[in-house]
Nanobody, 123 residues
């Protein structure tokens, strides 16, 4: 059974940092991994993705230079380091895994999803 378990969310002030973690089990970690987020009243949107080797990454424009996605295949864990957080980063953050090798930013490219972790940034 595939499980993705996110952790690390919380309430922070604008300008602070957080690191989200996603522990994966039951799937080959040669999977494409990504983070999405969903703010209140909005649809889920792509945040960042990383290839199975870690050699390729992709970010949405609004987080480039502030967020960094990484993975530790030995620990079956993917991370999202979030710096210089803004109020508009407030959302539930979801970890996702896909079996394709090419990075995609559409939800349709991902087969498995975590339950999400809340990130709230106060201004």
């Amino acid at each position: 059974q595939v499980q993705l378990v996110e952790s690390g969310g919380g309430l922070v002030q604008a300008g602070d940092s957080l690191r989200l973690s996603c522990a994966a089990s039951g799937l080959p970690f040669s999977s494409l991994m990504a983070w999405f987020r969903q703010a209140p009243g909005k649809g889920r949107e792509f945040v960042a993705a990383i290839s199975w080797s870690g050699g390729s990454t992709s970010y949405r424009n609004s987080v480039k230079g502030r967020f960094t996605i990484s993975r530790d295949n030995a620990k079956s864990t993917v991370y999202l380091q979030m710096n210089s957080l803004k109020a508009e980063d407030t959302a539930v953050y979801y970890c996702a895994a896909g079996s394709i090798r090419t990075i995609v930013i559409s939800e349709n490219g991902y087969d498995y999803w975590g339950q999400g972790t809340q990130v709230t940034v106060s201004s």
